[in-house]
């Protein structure tokens, strides 16, 4: 990551006090991803009026967001006042990976996404339990990595909702 290692010296020197404007950066960037996943969640359980352009919004910025995320976490603006976890540097190819799974389910939701029908089709929706090996940590090995694209949008999400909280349960304090 070339932008990482330009960004390091740079990360080290703000990171002291309130967190500094990477830290807000992310967090806010973290936010827009929560506030996309919920709006599609929302017009999938009928919570929220189904739109084609909304929804496609809503799957473009989770995908820019979930790409991001890798550079969002330079050495140096770990640990308090941040949320995450300082063992994010000890682990960084399984934070990366993780990153990578979630940017690739984002990237297939958002290609659908950009085709997506004038209402919610029968072929969007899940139609069995979201356990068949698409959780990285839960994955046996060897398992077979289905292709996201042949996915149905609803369950694309419900993988993507799934690293969240995976990445969450390792890498995040959790809330006072
Ligand atoms: C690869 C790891 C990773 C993934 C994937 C991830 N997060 Fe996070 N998230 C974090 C970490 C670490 C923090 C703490 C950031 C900080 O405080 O500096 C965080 C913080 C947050 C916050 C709190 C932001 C704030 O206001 O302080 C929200 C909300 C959030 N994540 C939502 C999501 C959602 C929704 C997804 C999935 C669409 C997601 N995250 C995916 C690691 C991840």
Redesign the pocket.
């Known amino acids: 990551m070339l932008a990482l290692a330009g960004s390091l010296t740079f990360a080290t020197s703000l990171a002291a006090g309130s ?1 500094g404007p990477i ?1 807000t950066a ?3 960037s ?2 827009e ?2 506030a ?2 919920k709006a599609i969640a929302e017009m999938f359980d009928g919570k929220r009026g189904y739109e084609p352009a909304a929804f496609k919004a809503a799957a473009d910025a ?1 995908n820019v ?2 790409g991001a ?1 890798i550079r969002e ?1 330079p050495q140096g ?2 640990g308090a006042p ?4 300082p063992e ?1 540097d000890d682990a960084r190819p399984e ?2 990976a ?2 990578r799974h ?1 940017g690739r389910f ?1 990237d297939a939701l958002a290609n659908k996404a950009g085709k997506a029908p004038d209402g919610i089709t029968a072929d969007m929706r899940m139609t069995e339990p979201p356990m068949d090996g698409g959780s990285l940590l839960g994955k046996r090995p060897g398992a077979a990595e289905a292709d996201p694209e042949k996915m149905p949008e609803e369950h694309l999400l419900h993988l ?2 799934q ?2 909280a ?3 349960s390792k ?3 959790k809330e006072k």
């Open positions: 967190g830290v992310r967090q806010n973290m936010k991803m929560a996309a996943a989770l967001r979930a995320l976490f603006t770990l941040s949320a995450a976890r994010i934070f990366e993780l990153a979630i984002a993507i909702l690293d969240c995976s990445c969450h890498f995040r304090q």
